[in-house]
């Protein structure tokens, strides 16, 4: 009897054992090291629908009046803060580097309110004004800063990509550009945004192909019990905004192959308007924004070293238009 006892026990060690290793496996990635940067990184915040939102900023020493700003939008259940480091302080060292500056604001509750009607979250419960929330704050730092009204733009990984859709349907006038990375346009009867008349935001839209929890070809957003309910493929995606602005034809395609054997393919819809949208695809990519500085956790799928997806998103962004 001693013998089973004792059988049974050890073999519950080595099964917690086991299970604890696979779960720091998966589960767990090392911080990113903190650059060296020139600038400050301050907190804020704002009343924005009777509520105190707050943020980060990061501003380069020097940075000269009328700079561009980048809103960096986190995803579900992080912060401003985490989501600095998730990007590996990438926008930082551009920001540095070219000269703009960029805000880390907080969802509410650690989400957005974007445009899935599913979603059992209590930003989504309570149709927090995310898009009023981040106008004010952009205005207050256009203020604040003295950067470019007419250069603000958006982006996010995961839930902030959703965020960043939205911003691009409901406040273009504001958002001159977005970028949304692990994210797709919901499906009609998930969807819940008003799109703006006359025009969007540019649009950039950057998918891995193997991602978990955002099928690259559509159909549901289901992970581990997280429910967001159905979108559209990545291509269905930038068809659905380059319609709204009135793209016609077929997009301009293009491929290349970076480290590692990853390849990246670009879907480019433009006409003679400043308004453009583009598909970057990652072939072989997971869920998160691709990056040198830091790998994403191997829950997430894997996470591509090239291209530097900060770099890429800027790049849009300091090529549009006026």
Same mark, same amino acid.
Request: proline content about 8%; overall charge neutral.
């Given at each position: 009897m001693r013998r089973i006892l004792r059988f049974v026990l050890w073999s519950a060690v080595a099964l917690v054992l086991v299970a604890g290793s696979l779960l720091v496996y998966f589960l767990y990635s090392p911080a990113p090291e903190l650059p060296r940067l020139s600038g400050k990184l301050t907190r804020? @915040?704002? !009343?924005? %629908?009777?509520?105190? $939102? *707050?943020?980060? =900023?990061y501003v380069p020493h020097g940075l000269a009046g009328g700079a561009p700003l980048v809103v960096v939008m986190h995803g579900s259940g992080q912060s401003g803060a985490e989501m600095r480091k998730w990007t590996g302080y990438g926008f930082d060292r551009l920001a540095d580097e070219h000269g703009f500056a960029v805000v880390y604001p907080d969802g509410f509750g650690g989400y957005w309110d974007a445009c899935n009607i599913v979603g059992d979250y209590s930003a989504n419960k309570l149709n927090i004004d995310?898009? %009023?929330?981040? =106008?004010?704050? =952009?205005?207050? /730092? !256009? #203020?604040?800063?003295? !950067?470019?009204p007419r250069r603000i733009f958006a982006t996010g990984v995961s839930r902030g990509g959703h965020m960043a859709f939205r911003l691009a349907l409901e406040a273009p006038s504001r958002f001159r550009a977005v970028a949304a990375v692990s994210a797709n346009v919901p499906t009609p009867e998930n969807f819940k945004c008003r799109?703006?008349?006359? $025009? *969007? @935001? @540019? !649009?950039?839209?950057?998918?891995? =192909?193997?991602?978990?929890?955002n099928p690259f070809n559509g159909g549901e957003v289901s992970f581990f019990g997280l429910r967001r309910g159905n979108v559209r493929s990545s291509?269905? @995606?930038?068809q659905y905004f380059a319609n709204l602005n009135h793209i016609a034809g077929k997009p301009i395609t293009s491929e290349t192959a970076v480290a590692d054997g990853v390849r990246v393919e670009r /879907? /480019?819809?433009r006409n003679e308007s400043n308004v453009?949208?583009?598909?970057?695809?990652?072939?072989?990519?997971?869920?998160?924004?691709?990056?040198?500085?830091? $790998? #994403?956790?191997?829950? /997430?799928?894997? *996470?591509?070293?090239?291209? #530097?997806?900060?770099?890429?998103i800027w790049a849009f962004f300091e090529g549009q238009r006026p």
């Open positions: 804020g @915040s704002i !009343v924005a %629908g009777g509520r105190k $939102r *707050t943020y980060l =900023t995310d898009v %009023g929330f981040l =106008t004010a704050m =952009t205005g207050k /730092l !256009v #203020n604040d800063i003295g !950067v470019d799109p703006a008349e006359g $025009r *969007t @935001s @540019s !649009v950039m839209i950057m998918n891995g =192909t193997k991602d978990p929890l291509r269905e @995606s930038g /879907l /480019l819809w453009e949208v583009e598909l970057v695809a990652i072939e072989g990519g997971g869920h998160g924004i691709p990056q040198p500085y830091w $790998r #994403n956790p191997r829950l /997430l799928g894997p *996470t591509a070293k090239e291209p #530097n997806g900060p770099a890429v």
